[in-house]
C-alpha cells in the first residue's frame, strides 16, 4: 500500500521510483546519484544540474515553465510543480513512488 506524501501540478507525466533526495542549497547537488528523484525548494536554473540525472522531479514551488520544469520537459523526465511542503513530507533518502500525471507522491511500503 502506498502512503500520499505530496501533491502537486503535473508539468511532464511519466512514473518512477527510486531514492528521494532533498535539496535545501546549491552545496547538496554534488550528492545527487543517477536515478534519484529530487526534490527542490523551487525552479531556479542553478538546480539544472540536479535535474541532469534524476529520474522524477518535484518542485515546491514555480509554474510550468519555470526553468526546472522546462529542462525537464526537455529531457523527458516526470515533473511535479507546486507540491508545497514536499520536503517536509519527504524523507531525504526515502523510496518514493512519483506518478507525475496525477501530481502525486507516494511512499513505497
Known amino acids: 500500500m502506498f502512503k500520499l506524501l505530496s501533491k502537486g501540478i503535473c508539468v511532464n507525466p511519466g512514473i518512477s521510483c527510486g531514492k528521494s533526495k532533498i535539496i535545501n542549497s546549491m552545496e547538496d547537488i554534488d550528492s545527487v546519484s543517477n536515478g534519484d528523484i529530487v526534490v527542490l ?7 539544472a544540474m540536479a ?3 534524476a529520474s522524477a522531479v518535484i518542485c515546491e514551488v514555480g509554474g510550468k515553465l519555470s526553468h526546472i520544469c522546462i529542462v525537464s520537459l ?12 514536499a520536503r517536509k513530507s519527504i524523507g531525504d533518502g526515502q523510496l518514493i513512488y512519483v ?5 502525486e507522491v507516494y511512499l513505497a511500503e
Not at 525548494?41 to 538546480?47: A, E, K, L, V
Open 99 to 103: 506518478d507525475a500525471e496525477k501530481g
Open 74 to 85: 526537455e529531457m523527458g523526465i516526470p515533473c511535479i510543480t507546486q507540491a508545497a511542503g
Open 51 to 53: 535535474v541532469m540525472s
Open 41 to 47: 525548494p523551487n525552479s531556479d536554473p542553478m538546480y
